[in-house]
């Protein structure tokens, strides 16, 4: 079990170190998603299945759900600002 543990944390660390040093903002939200749910594991690993049920539903769940919402409406943004641009006027 400990050789999983120590995984998980060198997971924890790569995936702490991508996220801050990736460019492509979807691609950070995947990772942050990853970090997330490898923290839940290691919080019922830990014992404490309270905090993991949070981190997975919260972390993983709730806060990827509004990241993807708020990617696609900068997305739809800079559509209409493209589309603003190239109209004659």
Wanted: with cysteine; proline share 2%.
């Amino acid at each position: 079990m400990e050789y999983f543990e120590l995984l998980l944390l060198g997971l924890l660390v790569i995936c702490g170190i991508s996220t801050c040093l990736t460019k492509n903002l979807l691609a950070s939200i995947v990772i942050f998603m990853a970090y997330s749910l490898i923290m839940s594991i290691l919080w019922a690993l830990l014992k404490a299945p309270d905090l993991a049920v949070t981190e997975a539903a919260v972390g993983a769940g709730i806060s990827s759900v509004l990241l993807f919402i708020t990617l696609k409406k900068l997305r739809d943004i800079r559509r209409k600002e493209q589309d603003e641009t190239k109209k004659p006027s």
